[in-house]
C-alpha cells in the first residue's frame, strides 16, 4: 500500500523514511494518541542463556524486549561460558540465531571469566561483539583496565564499564542513605561508583578510547562524566529508568527493590534528571536482569541484585518524566533511540513501534512476557500501550496477537 503521510512519527529525522505499513498496521492510526516511534534500543539487557535459562532465555528475553517497542538490545557477558573467546562466545551466537526475534548483540568480556586477572581474547571477539564490558564486575585493578582500553581502542571498540569498587561495598546491599539507617540495613556509598569512574576517565582520556559508564546512578558520577567531556575524553554513559523516576524514600523490604547500583537518594536521582536534560546522560538503558520468583522472595538482603524492566520502560517514563512536563517526548525518544543507536552503532531498518499513548493500565508482573517479575513498578498505574512492533520490516509483535519469530541477529 501507499507510505501513510498522515502517520504521526515521534524521533524520526526529516530525511527520514517512514515505513510502508501493513494494513493491519495502519488501521491503527485511528486517532491522534497513536504514535509511531524508530525501535527503541537498549544496550543494557542480562538475557541469562547460556548457564542461567531458569531466569531467561534469549527466546524469552527477546520477545519481552519486542513486547516493550525494542528491535534491538546489547546482552551483557556474565554467562556460563562467559564469552572471553571465540570458541565460548559460539554458544550464545548460535542461541542468538536460532531463538531471537529481534536483533540480539552479545557484549564481550573484558577479562577471562570476568574474574579481572588476565584479558580476554578482545581481537579474537572483536568481529561478532558489540562492545566490551565485564558487567556484573568492576575490573579492580587500574593496569588491567589500562591494558583492555588499549587494546579496544586499536581493535575500534568500545569499552562499557561496571564501576564498582569492591573494597568499598563492606556488605552493602541497598543505599547508604536515611532508610538503610532507619531499617538497619548494610549501604553502599556512593563513592563506590563515582570512584571508578574518575580512575577510568583518566585513563579514558590517556588512550583514547571510546568509554562507556554503565548505570549511572550517583551525582558525583554525574559530574565527573560532565568535566571529562568538557575536556574531550570520548565517554558516554546510561542510566535506568528506576534510577530517574525512584530513590531510596521509595524501597520497600522486597527483592524487587534491589537492583546494582541501588536506589539512591532524591539529590541524585534529581541530579540523573539534570544530566539527562543537559546532556550528560545521553541514553537509558534498562539493565533488565531476571531472577526466578525464589530468589527474588528473599527481601532486601537475600535477594540477588536485578530487576526487569523491558516492557515497562516506556510506559513508565512517558507517564513520569513526559506528562509532567519534565521531558518532551521527542527527548525521550532520543534517548530510547537513537542516541545508543549512534553511539553504538546500530542503525535503523525499518524498525519501529506502534502505540496509543492514550490508554492506561496498572502493571502486573504476572502478565509480563519475561520470565522474570522482580519490577518495582508493580501496581503502577502508566500510559502506553504497545500495539505492534517492526523488526527489519518483519512484525515481532503484534497486541493480542503474540509473538511472531523471526531471525533478527545481525550476524
Known sequence: MARNNHIQSCGLDQSSQLPVLNEGAASLFNSS??????GFCDVHVHFREPGFSYKETIRSGSNAAAAGGYTAVCAMPNLNPVPDSPENLQPELDLIRKDACIQVLPYGAITVGEKGDALADLAGLAPDVIAFSDDGRGVQSEEMMLEAMRTAKELGKIIAAHCEDNRLLRGGYIHEGAYAAAHGHAGICSESEWGPIARDLDLAAKTGVR????HVSCAQSVELIRQAKKTGVDVSCETA??????????????????MN?????ASDQQALLEGILDGTI????????????EEKSKGLKGSPFGIVGLETAFPVLYTKLVLPGILTLSKLTD???RNPRRRFGIPLQD?????????????????FVSMGRATPFAGMEVYGTCKQTVCHGQTVYQENGGIEHGKKNGH
Request: overall charge negative; aromatic content about 10%; hydrophobic content about 35%.
Open 335 to 337: 534517548l530510547l533511540s
Open 211 to 214: 568509554y562507556h559508564v554503565c
Open 241 to 258: 529508568p528506576h534510577y530517574l523516576t525512584l530513590n531510596d524514600s521509595d524501597l520497600q523490604e522486597d527483592g524487587r527493590f534491589k
Open 33 to 38: 494518541s497513536i504514535l509511531l516511534f524508530p
Open 261 to 265: 547500583p541501588p536506589l539512591r537518594s
Open 282 to 293: 545521553e541514553m537509558i538503558a534498562t539493565d533488565h536482569a531476571p531472577h526466578s520468583a
Open 351 to 367: 524498525d519501529y513501534s506502534i502505540w496509543d499513548l492514550s490508554e492506561s493500565y496498572v502493571i502486573d508482573p504476572s502478565k
